[in-house]
């Protein structure tokens, strides 16, 4: 998706043209129909569409947009990584799993632990689930998925705050080892599973998280904003 040069933009239709570039963006994730969300229905798809445009009015009528994208950012990443954990080594044509093999604090193994640690971490849907887990991998799938788009929405948005896509990209990507990491750790340490990072490794990844956990604030509240501003429409 080509980008259009901000700096190029009446400042009265910003909003606008960012508005449209989401819409569109996520038309086109529907359309590819690869994973849960080619599968939604039509009311799901325009809810997703509402919440990601109330999210884009929300940032834009802050007093610093870009630091509102961010803690947006930050929030639907550390979201995407508690079961985008479970995605990373399986067959995927998503380029972030890809590029999150490369990471030293994520092993792209953890999937191969799912059927040991899902009564535990997917209580309700292993106890549904059949002999392959069905439930549980479904489930996997639909919080990443969501959590994904909603971030790559927000990248998008940021690509123009900061006037350049690949500043916008590189700081995802930044996040994603980030949060990946501290998230696979947890899963690996909370069921004796032997970590891959060391302890000064681990230590520094824990407070950096806590101090961008803090920065980001509060996640529901936060949630229940978007949800309101997308009523209004």
């Given at each position: ?20 570039v989401i819409t569109q963006l996520l038309t086109e994730t529907y359309a590819e129909n690869k994973g849960l969300l080619g599968n939604l229905d039509r009311w799901t798809r325009t809810r997703i569409i ?184």
């Open positions: 998706m080509k980008l259009l040069d901000f700096k190029e933009i009446n400042p009265f239709s910003q909003l606008q043209t960012i508005r449209s509402a919440e990601n445009v109330a999210k884009l009015e929300l940032i834009m009528a802050s007093d610093d947009p870009s630091e509102a994208c961010y803690r947006d950012l930050l929030r639907e990443i550390d979201s995407e990584a508690r079961t985008g954990i479970y995605l990373v080594g399986l067959s995927s044509n998503s380029n972030h799993l890809e590029l999150l093999q490369k990471e030293s604090g994520v092993s792209g193994e953890l999937y191969r632990e799912v059927p040991h640690i899902a009564q535990h971490e997917f209580a309700d849907e292993s106890a549904h689930s059949s002999n392959d887990f069905d439930l549980v991998w479904t489930t996997i799938h639909a919080l990443h998925d969501r959590a994904h788009t909603d971030a790559a929405v927000s990248t998008l948005i940021m690509s123009y705050l900061l006037e350049g896509a690949d500043n916008a990209n590189d700081m995802s990507t930044a996040l994603r080892a980030l949060f990946y990491s501290f998230h696979e750790d947890d899963v690996r340490r909370r069921h004796d599973i032997p970590p891959i990072l060391d302890d000064q490794e681990i230590r520094d990844v824990r407070i950096m998280v806590s101090e961008l956990g803090n920065r980001s604030g509060d996640y529901q509240q936060r949630i229940t904003d978007i949800e309101q501003q997308a009523a209004e429409f």
